[in-house]
């Protein structure tokens, strides 16, 4: 493993599928169908990924911040062994962060779920433990970057002491600045910029390329 000291993961289709982190909260709130409409016109190219999630957050207005922690593992559809694989590498002295456009909100959640020792993710208004339908600051795959530099200044952490593992052309930036990357689940012009790809639903699968980095 050498001097490895960090994994960084991001959350939508790496270490959750099908129902995003931004859907879910839609979903809570009663706005599936409008979601599903937002995301045919993005997936059509009327729309890029960042006015889709600003439309999306508009969907939330209203929505009770606690409600994502009480319904989250009903709804989400997680890779296996999440917990296992951030135990495993903890037991190792590996920090574990996620790192996501979607909302910190849920970041967080993920990251209390499954122990992961920080999260970072876009910034969805929240007043008195409501969604008002505001993002306040939007996480771009650019600010991912700044992210993931700012946990490593705080705890003395190279570029080459980290892996990144996702799946989206947001992570090829942090790909870029990590001394290792896995692309899970992956496009193949994702896996292009990746040192590694795998594709399973069983998150333990990565270890081989971190455990032995």
């Not at 995301?39 to 939330?60: F, H, M, P």
């Not at 993710?121 to 992210?147: H, M, P």
């Not at 899970?184 to 333990?204: C, H, R």
Request: with cysteine.
């Amino acid at each position: 493993m050498g001097n490895l000291k960090l994994v960084c993961f991001d959350l939508d289709d790496t270490l959750i599928r099908e129902i995003h982190s931004v859907m879910l909260p839609c979903i809570l709130n009663g706005k599936e169908k409008e979601h599903s409409f937002i995301q045919e016109q993005e997936e059509r190219g009327l729309i890029n990924y960042i006015s889709a999630d600003y439309l999306r957050a508009k969907l939330l207005l209203g929505l009770e911040e606690c409600k994502i922690a009480q319904s989250f593992l009903k709804i989400a559809k997680p890779l296996k062994n999440i917990k296992d694989v951030v135990e495993i590498l903890h037991e190792q002295n590996i920090k574990c962060i996620v790192i996501t456009v979607g909302p910190k909100q849920v970041a967080k959640v993920v990251c209390d779920i499954w122990g992961f020792d920080d999260y970072y993710g876009s910034d969805y208004e929240v007043v008195k433990g409501v969604f008002t339908g505001r993002i306040l600051n939007y996480n771009r795959a650019e600010q991912k970057i700044e992210c993931l530099q700012d946990f490593c200044k705080n705890n003395n952490i190279k570029p080459d002491e980290c892996i990144a593992v996702g799946d989206d052309s947001t992570d090829i930036p942090v790909f870029q600045y990590c001394g290792k990357s896995i692309a899970i689940n992956s496009l193949p012009k994702v896996q292009q910029f990746a040192m590694y790809a795998v594709d399973t639903d069983d998150l333990t699968d990565i270890l081989k390329y971190i455990l032995c980095a």
